[in-house]
T-cell receptor, first 113, second 110 residues
């Protein structure tokens, strides 16, 4: 089974620009979640999608948005980038209930300059 | 908010030593998971415990879920440099929501 694939792995953007990150979950996993990870704040939940519907949302500004397609692939978008958005963005998919845990992708390292 | 506090935050030990990492909360969880993350990569699931008092062993790693399902511990015997990484606990509730701990950064010195 292929793992969770995130693209791109690395990205450098300028303040004020927007960015789109992509995630392909494990085949058969319908739930996809996004997290932001920084050294100071740890792993922060952004949102979860299940069958193309956003089920849960973390405490992030509206500049952060996402969507899920019918094949369960997901994208997240950050508009009007700020320096503080520099982080490792992780996508995770899961099967059935949360007790089975997440499978994470390798992440997208976003640097805003 | 269902907070999970991990201790210690940082740990640096010599190869061959034993260590224990703690994950504590005032909330009850349906399950508790442990992940290990290496630099530049995503976390990898090590184990899931679901029953209060449950103990699971994975080679030199022993995981325990507290009787009240509010806390957990991870014990590593005879640590090796390959154990180096960030250890994260995560609790889940009946709504399938995840709550990640603050993380423990472990360095094992050869």
């Amino acid at each position: 089974k292929a793992g969770v694939t995130q693209t791109p792995r690395y990205l450098i953007k300028t303040r004020g620009q927007q960015v789109t990150l992509s995630c392909s979950p494990i085949s058969g996993h319908r739930s996809v979640s996004w997290y932001q990870q920084t050294p100071g704040q740890g792993l922060q939940f952004l949102f979860e999608y299940f069958s193309e519907t956003q089920r849960n949302k973390g405490n992030f500004p509206g500049r952060f948005s996402g969507r899920q397609f019918s094949n369960s692939r997901s994208e997240m978008n950050v508009s009007t980038l700020e320096l503080g958005d520099s982080a490792l963005y992780l996508c995770a998919s899961r099967d059935r209930t949360a007790n089975y845990g997440y499978t994470f992708g390798s992440g997208t390292r976003l640097t805003v300059v | 908010t269902q907070l999970l506090e991990q201790s210690p935050q940082f740990l640096s030990i010599q190869e061959g030593e034993n260590l224990t990492v703690y994950c504590n909360s005032s909330s009850v969880f349906s399950s508790l998971q442990w992940y290990r993350q290496e630099p530049g990569e995503g976390p990898v699931l090590l184990v899931t415990v679901v029953t209060g008092g449950e103990v699971k062993k994975l080679k030199r790693l022993t995981f325990q879920f507290g009787d009240a399902r509010k806390d957990s511990s991870l014990h590593i015997t005879a640590a090796q440099p390959g154990d180096t990484g960030l250890y994260l606990c995560a609790g889940t509730n009946t709504g399938n929501q995840f709550y990640f701990g603050t993380g423990t950064s472990l360095t094992v010195i050869p």
